[in-house]
């Protein structure tokens, strides 16, 4: 059972969004570490190791806003959420861990009802990671686009 699942069945909601948000900070704090680390890689100290500190400190960097931005999902900030999946491109080591991040942004703006910029982000998506345009009819996050022409031409 989910920790939204065992929440609801106790009717306490509120108790659930604490909870994502404490472990949300709790993230922010390690993003702004790894942050740290990848600018301390510069120095000549680090010469020798400086390609493969900088990937694995991207790499948890990509882990950490991605957790963050599903976590902004599941108390309903889609905003927030946009702006961290936002970051998490910025450190995806190709396109298609790029894609995984566009397809979230579609969802999220799927369900702010910005059908727009949710098109153009599933349309990012599919075009860095092809195999996620299956996923897009059994999506519910895109069920208000569901009725749009162009989603069955992604699909």
Known sequence: MSLRADHEKDGNEEAFKNEISASIDSLKAQEMKLKTHLEHISRPEYTDLRNELKQTLKEQLYRNTYIQGLGLKSIEQYEDAIIMLNKTVDYAADKRSQGYAYYNMACYYSLLNQTGSAMRFLD????????????????????????????????
Request: aromatic share 4%; hydrophobic share 40%; charged share 30%.
């Open 124 to 155: 990012k998506a599919i075009e860095a990671a092809p195999d996620l345009a299956k996923d897009v009819v059994s999506e519910s996050d895109f069920n208000n686009l569901k009725q749009d022409d162009n989603l069955s031409n992604n699909a």
